[in-house]
């Protein structure tokens, strides 16, 4: 799927990736090869969505979704884990992730502090 068009140009508009049911969370599990550092990688992406209902978001009541995923990249050694949070007409509001790679840990914690609506039109 096409997220961006270059490295730097994003979309115009958003494009669904998946649906999330109102009463059931969608799983995935996926293995295969994908641009990861410097080149193709095998990995495996084990993940959750699932509805969170309505949360306070910037100040608004939004619809958000949180999304889990675990990543292993088996030639790198490589284990990551993400949970993000993402909110209807926004995106993504918070986002928690941990990595592992050989005895290196990190970890960090991101939330959205701001929002400046984007034009919707196509250019």
């Given amino acids: 799927d096409v997220i961006a068009e270059g490295d730097r140009k994003a979309l115009p508009e958003p494009r669904p990736l998946f649906r999330v049911p109102k009463d059931a969370a969608v799983n995935w599990d996926f293995t295969g090869k994908a641009i990861f550092g410097m ?16 949360r306070k978001v910037l100040g608004q009541n939004l619809e958000c979704i949180r999304v889990e995923i675990d990543t292993t990249v088996a030639g790198a050694g490589m284990q990551l884990h993400q949970d993000c949070v993402y909110g209807k007409g926004i995106g993504l509001v918070e986002m928690n992730w941990s990595t592992s790679f050989g005895k290196t840990k990190r970890s960090a914690q991101m939330k959205l502090i701001q929002f400046v609506p984007g034009s919707t039109a196509n250019p």
């Fill in 39 to 54: 080149g193709p990688e095998m990995i495996r992406l084990v993940g959750t969505a699932k509805r969170l209902g309505k």
